[in-house]
């Protein structure tokens, strides 16, 4: 079992930053498939950014450029810099991870963008 504790969300002006963190139970040391996800209401859970299993990062399309995700093996921490932020990030981010041939979900933060 993995538990996450997403942090960081808030209310931010459009243009501005916040710095979500996930720390997870256990060393994610050995841990490659790891990402952020969002929801948006009315709409599907859609990826974000994530670690492949070779350790590169990918990014949606529309936060390229805007968004970095990092680790931080001794924190047990995945971290997403966010910044630019437009009203279309306003949703709901969650930590996720796969151990052991099973996923895992945080609890998830709000982000709120207001124009």
């Known amino acids: 079992q993995v538990q996450l504790v997403e942090s960081g969300g808030g209310l931010v002006q459009a243009g501005g930053s916040l710095r979500l963190s996930c720390v997870a139970s256990r060393s994610i040391f050995s841990i490659s498939t790891m990402g952020w996800y969002r929801q948006a209401p009315g709409k599907e859970r859609e990826l974000v950014a994530s670690f492949t299993s070779g350790g590169t990062a990918n990014y949606e399309d529309s936060v390229k450029g805007r968004f970095t995700i990092s680790r931080d093996n001794a924190k047990r921490t995945v971290y997403l810099q966010m910044s630019g932020l437009k009203p279309e990030d306003t949703a709901v981010y969650y930590c996720?991870?796969?151990?052991?041939?099973?996923?895992?979900w945080g609890q998830g933060t709000q982000v709120t963008v207001s124009s």
């Open positions: 996720n991870l796969v151990w052991s041939g099973e996923r895992y």
